[in-house]
């Protein structure tokens, strides 16, 4: 089993910065391909970006591309998600995800990741 929990969500204004992290417990961290979803309300889940276990890939959906950056501290089995230049369609609950078996087809596929946060709401406002 591998735990996650989020923090960092918040309430901030568009154009603003924020960053979400996900402390991982549980099994081997370095071990998961760690990636990030969100939801909006009334929307499906929706990929954000992962990042492979040695931290050497990242993958971002194009909506985020530009102004997200994942990245990971294996020796702190933490996975950061930092939010730049955030806009009110950014609004979601953001969940952390781990998955030992997620290929490069599979990235953005919910089912590849077997572990899942709780979740923290990021509210921007316009």
């Known amino acids: 089993q591998v735990q996650l929990v989020e923090s960092g969500g918040g309430l901030v204004q568009a154009g603003d910065s924020l960053k979400l992290s996900c402390a991982a417990s549980?099994?081997?961290?370095?071990?998961?391909?760690m990636a990030w979803f969100r939801q909006a309300p009334g929307m499906e889940l929706e990929f954000v970006g992962a990042?492979?276990?040695?931290?050497?890939?990242?993958y971002y959906a194009d909506p985020v591309k530009g102004r997200f950056t994942i990245s990971r501290d294996n020796a702190k089995t933490t996975v950061y998600l930092q939010m730049g230049s955030l806009k009110p369609e950014d609004t979601a609950v953001y969940y952390c995800?781990?998955?030992?078996?997620?290929?490069?087809?599979?990235?953005?596929?919910?089912?590849?990741?077997?572990?899942w946060g709780q979740g923290t709401q990021v509210t921007v406002s316009s």
């Open positions: 990042i492979s276990w040695s931290g050497g890939r990242t």
């Open positions: 549980g099994r081997t961290f370095s071990n998961y391909n």
């Open positions: 995800v781990a998955g030992s078996k997620v290929s490069i087809t599979t990235v953005t596929y919910t089912g590849a990741y077997e572990y």
